[in-house]
């Protein structure tokens, strides 16, 4: 690090400037250090949340590694205006959002600032442009061993990496024009945009996630600097279009890495996107679908069960079988104890009903106060619903939340010992993770054994900005182990009955292309079904403008002829029922 051995003051003759605080890195060679009078005309003020404004040095160097602007945290409402130029004093810092613990990259910064005023209604320095012409296609420099994979330290090669673009922006006045939507807008009034909208393009209009190696560069987050009371942020939904304009500084956060703080906001074209519905199935075909319904309680608004219920009834075309994860117990949040399900269950399937589906009978396990994960106090669980008009469930009663159930031979076939039971939930790899449901269904006179899960979350993973690359996935590793038992488990009753027939679903918490889904499907146990959808169909959730696989149907070799479909009707959409798309595969058993 470099230091002075007295606080720097600049002058029209020289000193200090904001390109000399940024540096050629991403860590400022004057953290730390007090410095005087940094010249600057205002281009953005922020006065929510994280309190400050930006200002950006009209005289740039001629290095493109150095950025030209600066964020001034002033912890309350500051004094100053766009078009300001000010002289600003202070300490330099390097501020990590969420922690430097947390893995994302810190923004350079100015605090407990002293501000003098010089003059008003200057004209702002013109915005860098971000298209995809002005964007590199690598992603990211690979990391230094010795830093364990750190890039902060490294040059930047904003002409070689996109990552390293944006950082040499850090605090610049940025401005990008008729921005394709590729995440939904949120409830903390922020969207995503793609600066390349040909790459990883989805059916919808969204950017897919392909790879580890294709984290798509051209993401960007957008937040608007107008308080939401003086304007409402806008609704959009993947394949709109942020038309016009959009201005301001280029800041950072935990929650997306690079972010557009907008002082000027374009206005929505509407893509004209539909939630989508799918074909019932025929009547010698056996559907089986899975739906990961966030969280659902009976706490919830009627209106949430209604949209749910109309998603199994239209948009599923009330499949046989359903496989739910997120059940919340009859308490929901409220942690009193409570684990049964039976209230939140009544309440879907009564909606389901009145949504002009089926009587659905369903089947679960209570799991133990607690030790499921999920929202604290809730005690999610998957859950199997089903319409006894089509299927018939086999019930061997003994499961319960500790007790699983194992592979036997009945009548010269693969059965399960306990129906429904739960897969090895004394194994280590479902610690405070929600444990596999199987049931044994009969469908016009065959048995299809299901597998309902929902594997441990991405928590605790770097993100695809980390200041280490590649970001390193802690999380993978128990996913992999939970892999291993349901995996273990399938080529048991593979054993019993070579041709059984066997469906794993739900929410994996992992894509087809992960180690997750290797582990599923070694030694041939199992198959992916998302890999019979075009590439530009394979996606469940979307996150951080990412079109992504979450959810996975996988089948025994048996089931070697299905229709497998995604349902898009909620991750592309700001007016959501849940975060994830539900999905169904039919096939003749």
Known sequence: MLSQPAPAAADEAGGLRIHDLQGSTRLSPYAGDEVTDIPGIVTGVRTYGSRGFWIQDPRPDRSAATSEGIFVFTGSAPEVAVGDEVLVSGRVGEYYYGGEESGGQSVTQLTQPRVTVRSSGNELPAPVELDARSLPRRYAPGGDPAAGGGIE?????????????????????????????????????????????????????????????????????????????????????????????????????????????ARELGEIAGGGLVPETTRPQRADELAVAAYNVENL????????????????????????????????????????????????????????????????????????????????????RNVFLFDPARVS????????????????????????????????????????????LAGEFTFRGETVVVVANHFASKGGDQPLYARSQPPARVSEEQRVAQAREVNAFVRELLRVQRNAQ????????????????????????????????????????????????????????????????????????????????????????
């Open 153 to 261: 330290h490294l040059r930047l090669r904003p002409g070689t990496y996109a990552l390293d673009r944006y950082e040499s922006l850090e605090g610049m006045n940025v401005s990008i024009a008729d921005a394709a939507v590729v995440g939904p807008s949120t409830a903390y009034h922020e969207l995503w945009v793609t600066l390349e909208p040909h790459r990883n393009r989805t059916a919808g209009g969204g950017t897919r996630y392909a790879s580890y190696h294709a984290p798509n560069p051209g993401r960007l987050k957008v937040e608007s600097l107008v308080p939401v009371a003086e304007q409402p942020f806008p609704a959009a939904n993947v394949g709109d279009v942020l038309a016009g304009p959009s201005t301001g500084p280029l800041d950072y956060d935990e929650f997306g890495g690079y972010t557009l703080a």
């Open 502 to 589: 066997v469906v794993v679903l739900g929410d994996i918490n992992d894509f087809e292309f992960s180690p997750t889904t290797r582990a599923l499907t070694a030694g041939g146990a199992l198959e992916s079904a998302v890999t019979s959808l075009p590439p530009r169909e394979r996606y469940t959730y979307v996150f951080q403008g990412n079109s992504q696989v979450l959810d996975q149907t996988l089948v025994s070799p048996a089931i070697r002829r299905y229709d497998y479909d995604i349902v898009h009707i909620n991750a592309e959409f700001a007016d959501q029922a849940s975060d994830h798309d539900p999905q169904v595969l039919r096939f003749r058993p």
């Open 393 to 436: 469930f086999t019930d061997r009663p003994g499961g319960d939340a500790t007790t699983g159930t194992e592979a036997v031979r009945r009548d010269g076939r693969a059965a399960l010992s306990l129906s429904p039971g739960r897969v090895a939930p004394g194994s280590e790899a479902w610690q405070d993770s929600r444990k596999p």
């Open 297 to 380: 309680h009976p706490g919830d608004e009627q209106e949430k069960f209604d949209r749910l219920a109309e998603g199994v009834v239209t948009s599923l075309a009330s499949p046989d079988i359903l496989a739910l994860e997120e059940i919340q117990d009859d308490s929901g949040p409220t942690d009193d104890g409570t684990v049964t399900a039976g209230e939140t269950l009544r309440r879907f399937t009564d909606a389901i009903v009145a949504a002009g589906g089926p009587r659905y009978e369903w089947r679960g396990i209570d799991p133990a106060d607690g030790h499921d994960g999920g929202q604290p106090g809730g005690n999610i």
